[in-house]
């Protein structure tokens, strides 16, 4: 797909976006009579139509649609996921705030001698809220397990849902009538649902689909390849940059399900390759994984992927970013595609250098430039010092035809320092590409 096509894709589904954000707003004020209330009032409740409706939307963004992510990447729609929610949030708390600032006497809501279950239901959604936004701002910081959070953000977001679309059935000021009522139930229900799709509806397809561990290698210390292979079906067809999700185990509804970058060739149809560093969680755990484990994969996702077009490529990777990288090299070779590639690789020191020797016995043919860079070489080392710069980038990257497409990927601080000097040399966003996997 060109770059144009995609940017008509971004515009279409951010304006659809807006407009189902803004759509129950809309609704509540179609055909609404009663006499209006104080400016205050009426923007506080505002914020609680669009807080509830975003809220709803957060559902279709987590439901794994490829159409919706194509033309952004998976991993700019988590993060779009991420401050969305935290604005949805801020939106529904500030309904309560402004509220209560602008009429005193709706802090009787939340008297439970007043009304005992309305009181005990919406300090529930306050404290569901605070959850929500608590959890995903300090998880890592407090070492609550990726797969716990993720079970646990899904029923609080759940929980706040069905409440505030009970509290505004109960309500009712501005939905009074039938059409109304059975149309804002049908939104947040239907949403809701979107919760089931990956977590159950695609578990439940993928049972007639399983795979098989079948090797399982170190790379670089806390570094493992995992290979498996498609059993009783021809397995899935991807492009190099994608991802999938992985479960392994028995049952494809394990609650164990994380997403890996392929590093195998496209072209190996049937057997597939994740390179996983260990970083906690279920991840610190890889190498002990049995050959012969059944294992599931919901894919391939992402749009990390290099264009038929470009004339050269530029991968430019960091740590346990190279693993896409691999992807497309592997691919082209198996292609035959000799276009020109360059791979700059930050590596924290020699031994940290995953898929080496591959990578310098690729580096023979005229068409491939392999630019190791270490930050803490040991002795004798000859290649590259330090970290990616402006000046390194002077010395290694090819000349600019105008259709050379840059490949970016490895940690934040890396990837933010390489585009920002992309940017500066003139480098425009449809040729630069980049993915990033900070999910919670």
């Known amino acids: ?49 669009v807080g509830l409706s975003m809220m709803a939307l957060q559902f279709v963004l987590t439901a794994r649609f490829k159409g919706i992510a194509a033309p952004f990447g998976t991993d700019a729609m988590l993060q779009f996921h991420r401050q969305a929610g935290l604005v949805a949030c801020a939106f529904v708390a500030g309904h309560v705030l402004v509220l209560i600032a602008a009429r005193p006497g709706y802090v009787a809501f939340f008297d439970p001698r007043v009304n005992l279950m309305r009181a005990g239901a919406l300090v529930t959604v306050l404290l569901a809220l605070a959850g929500i936004v608590g959890l995903t701002l300090l998880r890592k910081r407090l070492r609550f397990p990726y797969e716990w959070w993720r079970l646990t953000h899904g029923l609080l977001s759940l929980l706040v849902i069905l409440i ?128 012969g484990t059944r294992a599931w994969l919901d894919g391939p996702h992402g749009a990390f992927t290099p264009g038929t077009g470009a004339s050269a490529l530029v991968l430019i990777a960091g740590g346990i970013g190279v693993t896409p990288m691999m992807s497309i090299l592997r691919s082209m070779k198996d292609r035959g595609d000799t276009r020109p590639a360059t791979l700059i690789y930050g590596a924290g020191s020699e031994a940290m250098i995953a898929f080496r020797a591959e990578l310098e016995a690729l580096a023979q043919a005229a068409t491939f430039k392999f630019v190791p860079v270490v930050e803490n070489p040991g002795e004798g080392w000859q290649g590259e010092r330090g970290v990616i710069d402006d000046a390194l980038l002077t010395r290694h990257l090819p000349p600019d035809d105008g259709k050379v497409e840059y490949m970016i990927c490895g940690p934040d601080a890396m990837m933010d320092a390489v585009e920002l000097l992309l940017i500066k040399r003139g480098v425009p966003m449809r040729r630069r590409h980049s993915e990033r996997f900070n999910i919670a």
């Open 164 to 291: 505030s679309l009970a509290h505004v059935q109960m309500v009712g000021r501005y939905v009074s009538t039938v059409p109304k009522r059975a149309l804002w139930a049908a939104m947040c229900l239907g949403a809701m649902s979107l919760l089931l799709y990956p977590r159950l509806v695609k578990p439940f397809l993928a049972r007639k689909r399983p795979y098989r561990v079948v090797d399982v290698k170190p790379e670089t210390p806390r570094v493992w390849t995992i290979t498996l292979e498609a059993e009783g079906h021809e397995g899935l067809r991807f492009t190099p940059g994608q991802f999938a999700w992985l479960t392994l185990g028995g049952s494809p509804f394990a609650l164990k399900q994380h997403p890996f970058t392929f590093a195998s060739s496209a072209e190996q149809r049937g057997r597939y390759s994740f390179t996983i560093k260990e970083l906690g969680d279920f991840t610190s755990k890889i190498s002990s994984v049995a050959p």
């Open 1 to 49: 797909m060109t770059g144009g096509a995609h940017f008509r894709q971004a515009v279409f589904w951010v304006g659809l976006y807006a407009a189902l954000a803004l759509a129950p707003l809309a609704l509540a004020l179609a055909g609404y009579d009663r006499p209006a209330r104080p400016f205050w009032v009426e923007f506080g409740v505002g914020l609680g139509f």
